[in-house]
């Protein structure tokens, strides 16, 4: 006697679209990514303005920065939002908006973009709970570290971090600075003298 057991044929195929700024993609956005292709078929990394902040990074880096993170990733792709979120969401008949929710804050942050998004096409949004080796990264926090001369590289996929520190102008912390040398005595400590100094972005002190 033979049995067929446990086989299961969906009539469609899910997309969920994981939308943010990604100015820059950090391990905990990957980590949602990556959780958001256990529950969907596929999962389409967003990368969109936010009209409430200033970028650091442009949006052809950010998106080649996602792709290079999401590349073992065989069921994600990596594309620009051009305009509005739920249009992407509508062409690619997305069945959910994905995003990480860290605390109350990202709550009351997502919430009323949630139901604007709801109003506008109908689109679900799905909140996963960050995992709490990654709650306290935040892309604004990266920068502001980095462009303190701080440690970021373990914050973020590979890559990332140097991409950050080639638009602030800052070198890695501990590198000896080309041109901040103060003395003949070579600097070595880590933290040393490696401050941004005046190396500003335009669009410093916003994230
Ligand atoms: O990472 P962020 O900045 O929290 O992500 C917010 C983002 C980029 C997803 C949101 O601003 C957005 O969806 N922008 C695209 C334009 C849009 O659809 N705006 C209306 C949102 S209700």
Redesign the pocket.
Known sequence: MSHTVGVYYRERVTLAVC?????PITLG?LDVVRRATLLFDEVVV?V??????SALLDVGARVALAEAACADLPTVRVVE?P?????LCRELGAVA?V?GLRGGADYD??Q???L??RH?SGVESVFLTADPRYAHIA?SMVKDVARHGGQVDDLVPPGVADAVRRALGVTSPGAPSATTHHSATPLSAPGGDTSPGSAAHPNQGVS
């Open positions: 939308p943010g700024s990604f100015d956005h967003g969109a303005r936010n009209a409430s902040k939002v305009g509005l979120l739920v249009d908006v995003k942050a997502e009323p973009m949630a604007m998004n506008l892309s």
